[in-house]
């Protein structure tokens, strides 16, 4: 039976003291051959995969019935977005109970199902552990905030007011801005305090600079890995070291509130010690996979990180890339938009592929929860060329050196979403940004904005996935909790799997070359890149241990583009293309072809 949530912390941090030095743990290293590195990763978020019990709603049932498809399609890990205890502010990234499953995805005993059905498929299970923060209706928080001397205070961040304003009202303690907006601190007359939080006022930030903190969450991370699943995704785990006497953000306009995570947060001069110490205490008893989702976050820090001798994390999402189609002099953060140029695009993956070479592993995504869909984003969603694109765009990305991810959806070559109001959007960055912009500041008109939550808005990745043309798409019989797609009946699953063709049969045949004969190529071949400032076409080798090399050529316009790297005087041989026959003397609109290059 699970501790009450109340009192576990205590008993269990009496019980099992931080640091322990009587059961030390050798160093391993992380180089060489791992399980984590050949996986092909799926990502999953409940909410909109697969509604199971007819409310609208995607559920663990749901998930569970779909493992056929997910084994059919080739992966062998999940990644599973929040299923834990929340009153669901942030989508269930704001938990109340870490040793729960939300009411509305099911019981305990549907996720022990699941876990259970996916093991016999071959396929593992890695949790979205949050722990930067909780939900304000967690049962820490509200001790904490019940009175200053309440022994849960000190596991989040209250702090007195600044001074006042001209009216006598309470000013925060710094001007941190929230990353959903507004201000990231609110104001409790309870105690007269203030307590931070990064991202929604429901999700106040833990205090990692409290040992009973940091044990509480080993704890949990304990308790499930000793349940079966197999790893973690850590959410926003490197702002978890907050700067000694938390000041003010110099980058902050007096004027208004930031809009993003303050610099002085990422990457805090605490992390690594914590996720060395999360590892020690945690993941390294387990053969499990960690992966850390890190914003601001270069290659050489990523090295500290995931390093192969850092006894920290195996690998980190980070988010470089997903900056170049926004203009950093709009001054708006993500919420801007701009034409990507393919150099830049290249530099940033380039870079992270030659930096990390032979010191740490990397993940690869072009999809998540958090972003837009790729094929609208850096593709071309027309109907002529939504395919080929989705394809292209596939084959650039598995066959670089790292464990791939694919986001839900992205198999059948999902596309962005446009709703006309943004009452029917969901997401609160997107109805947060649209309300400060359009009718608190009045900066932008309501068409522009909208235009850039049909670029930029999270809710293109979170509307339900198309299963079949029937009403719903498949997800669910009744409507479900947000809106569909309007192409569902002609971009769906069923008729993917029906098509040799198809998207999905691509990411068949892409995920089966790396977990089979060329898994040497395209997990720990070498990564050489090509004609970086080509503008217009990515090019690059991986190069095997046995001599082989593997040319990737992707042409990511709708132009033709006349290549040849010298392609008739190595024996060239086709492995993978998007179209179905081969033209070495051109490559035609969204093109993507890999050869196997033997030296005469």
Same mark, same amino acid.
């Given at each position: 039976?699970?501790?009450?949530?109340?009192?576990?912390?205590?008993?269990?941090?009496?019980?099992?003291?931080?640091?322990?030095?009587?059961?030390?743990?050798?160093?391993?290293?992380?180089?060489?051959?791992?399980?984590?590195?050949?996986?092909?990763?799926?990502?999953?978020?409940?909410?909109?995969?697969?509604?199971?019990?007819?409310?609208?709603?995607?559920?663990?049932?749901?998930?569970?019935?779909?493992?056929?498809?997910?084994?059919?399609?080739?992966?062998? $890990?999940?990644?599973?977005?929040?299923?834990?205890?929340?009153?669901?502010?942030?989508?269930?990234?704001?938990?109340?109970?870490?040793?729960?499953?939300?009411?509305?995805?099911?019981?305990?005993?549907?996720?022990?199902?699941?876990?259970?059905?996916?093991?016999?498929?071959?396929?593992?299970?890695?949790?979205?552990?949050?722990?930067?923060?909780?939900?304000?209706?967690?049962?820490?928080?509200?001790?904490?905030?019940?009175?200053?001397?309440?022994?849960?205070?000190?596991?989040?961040?209250?702090?007195?007011?600044?001074?006042?304003?001209?009216?006598?009202?309470?000013?925060?303690?710094?001007?941190?801005?929230?990353?959903?907006?507004?201000?990231?601190?609110?104001?409790?007359?309870?105690?007269?305090?203030?307590?931070?939080?990064?991202?929604?006022?429901?999700?106040?930030?833990?205090?990692?600079?409290?040992?009973?903190?940091?044990?509480?969450?080993?704890?949990?991370?304990?308790?499930?890995?000793?349940?079966?699943?197999?790893?973690?995704?850590?959410?926003?785990?490197?702002?978890?070291?907050?700067?000694?006497?938390?000041?003010?953000?110099?980058?902050?306009?007096?004027?208004? @509130?930031?809009?993003?995570?303050?610099?002085?947060?990422?990457?805090?001069?605490?992390?690594?010690?914590?996720? @060395?110490?999360?590892?020690?205490?945690?993941?390294?008893?387990?053969?499990?996979?960690?992966?850390?989702?890190?914003?601001?976050?270069?290659?050489?820090?990523?090295?500290?990180?995931?390093?192969?001798?850092?006894?920290?994390?195996?690998?980190?999402?980070?988010?470089?890339?997903?900056?170049?189609?926004?203009?950093?002099?709009?001054?708006?953060?993500?919420?801007?938009?701009?034409?990507?140029?393919?150099?830049?695009?290249?530099?940033?993956?380039?870079?992270?592929?030659?930096?990390?070479?032979?010191?740490?592993?990397?993940?690869?995504?072009?999809?998540?929860?958090?972003?837009?869909?790729?094929?609208?984003?850096?593709?071309?969603?027309?109907?002529?060329?939504?395919?080929?694109?989705?394809?292209?765009?596939?084959?650039?990305?598995?066959?670089?050196?790292?464990?791939?991810?694919?986001?839900?959806?992205?198999?059948?070559?999902?596309?962005?979403?446009?709703?006309?109001?943004?009452?029917?959007?969901?997401?609160?960055?997107?109805?947060?940004?649209?309300?400060?912009?359009?009718?608190?500041?009045?900066?932008?008109?309501?068409?522009?904005?909208?235009?850039?939550?049909?670029?930029?808005?999270?809710?293109?990745?979170?509307?339900? $996935?198309?299963?079949?043309?029937?009403?719903?798409?498949?997800?669910?019989?009744?409507?479900?909790?947000?809106?569909?797609?309007?192409?569902?009946?002609?971009?769906?699953?069923?008729?993917?799997?029906?098509?040799?063709?198809?998207?999905?049969?691509?990411?068949?045949?892409?995920?089966?070359?790396?977990?089979?004969?060329?898994?040497?190529?395209?997990?720990?071949?070498?990564?050489?890149?090509?004609?970086?400032?080509?503008?217009?076409?990515?090019?690059?080798?991986? @190069?095997?241990?046995?001599?082989?090399?593997?040319?990737?050529?992707?042409?990511?316009?709708?132009?033709?583009?006349?290549?040849?790297?010298?392609?008739?005087?190595?024996?060239?041989?086709?492995?993978?293309?998007?179209?179905?026959?081969?033209?070495?003397?051109?490559?035609?609109?969204?093109?993507?072809?890999?050869?196997?290059?033997?030296?005469?």
């Amino acid at each position: 039976m699970r501790p009450c949530p109340g009192d576990f912390l205590f008993s269990a941090f009496s019980s099992y003291s931080l640091l322990r030095k009587e059961d030390p743990v050798a160093h391993t290293s992380n180089a060489g051959k791992q399980w984590w590195k050949e996986a092909v990763v799926y990502q999953i978020w409940p909410r909109s995969f697969q509604d199971s019990n007819g409310d609208g709603i995607g559920d663990i049932p749901g998930i569970t019935s779909r493992i056929p498809y997910l084994a059919e399609l080739g992966i062998n $890990v999940i990644w599973l977005s929040p299923v834990f205890g929340s009153p669901n502010d942030d989508m269930g990234y704001d938990i109340s109970d870490y040793h729960a499953i939300m009411t509305e995805f099911g019981t305990m005993n549907d996720f022990d199902r699941l876990l259970t059905t996916a093991h016999d498929n071959g396929i593992k299970i890695l949790m979205d552990m949050v722990a930067n923060h909780t939900s304000d209706e967690h049962e820490w928080f509200v001790q904490s905030r019940s009175s200053k001397d309440n022994p849960y205070r000190d596991f989040y961040y209250w702090r007195d007011s600044s001074g006042t304003d001209e009216n006598g009202n309470p000013l925060p303690p710094n001007n941190w801005g929230s990353e959903f907006g507004g201000r990231a601190w609110e104001y409790d007359e309870t105690t007269d305090q203030w307590y931070l939080h990064m991202f929604s006022q429901k999700q106040p930030d833990l205090n990692w600079e409290n040992p009973k903190v940091r044990e509480a969450i080993y704890e949990m991370t304990r308790w499930w890995l000793d349940k079966g699943i197999d790893g973690f995704r850590l959410d926003a785990i490197n702002i978890i070291s907050k700067p000694e006497g938390l000041p003010d953000d110099p980058s902050v306009d007096p004027a208004k @509130h930031s809009s993003s995570i303050p610099f002085v947060i990422e990457n805090g001069t605490r992390v690594h010690e914590w996720m @060395h110490e999360m590892n020690r205490e945690a993941f390294s008893h387990y053969d499990c996979m960690t992966v850390g989702e890190m914003s601001a976050t270069p290659p050489a820090e990523a090295i500290q990180y995931a390093g192969f001798e850092s006894d920290e994390l195996h690998m980190i999402f980070h988010f470089e890339h997903m900056g170049v189609d926004s203009d950093p002099e709009a001054g708006m953060g993500k919420w801007s938009l701009q034409k990507f140029d393919l150099r830049e695009l290249k530099e940033i993956l380039n870079s992270w592929q030659t930096e990390l070479a032979g010191k740490a592993w990397g993940s690869l995504y072009w999809n998540n929860h958090d972003q837009p869909r790729v094929v609208s984003r850096f593709g071309n969603d027309a109907e002529e060329y939504r395919e080929l694109s989705a394809k292209m765009l596939a084959t650039v990305l598995h066959f670089m050196q790292g464990t791939p991810y694919i986001y839900q959806g992205e198999e059948i070559g999902m596309t962005n979403v446009q709703f006309d109001s943004i009452e029917d959007y969901k997401d609160l960055d997107s109805i947060n940004f649209y309300h400060d912009m359009v009718t608190e500041q009045g900066t932008l008109t309501h068409e522009q904005a909208m235009e850039l939550i049909y670029a930029k808005g999270r809710d293109n990745a979170r509307t339900p $996935v198309q299963w079949d043309s029937t009403e719903y798409a498949g997800f669910s019989t009744i409507e479900p909790w947000i809106g569909l797609n309007d192409n569902y009946p002609t971009v769906n699953a069923a008729d993917a799997q029906d098509r040799e063709n198809s998207v999905f049969a691509y990411y068949q045949q892409l995920i089966k070359l790396r977990r089979g004969e060329l898994k040497e190529h395209m997990v720990y071949g070498t990564f050489v890149p090509l004609d970086t400032e080509d503008a217009d076409v990515y090019a690059y080798e991986r @190069h095997a241990d046995n001599g082989e090399k593997l040319l990737i050529i992707a042409n990511f316009t709708d132009q033709e583009q006349e290549r040849t790297y010298e392609l008739a005087a190595h024996n060239p041989q086709l492995v993978i293309s998007n179209y179905s026959d081969d033209a070495h003397q051109t490559l035609r609109p969204y093109e993507a072809k890999v050869y196997k290059v033997l030296s005469n």
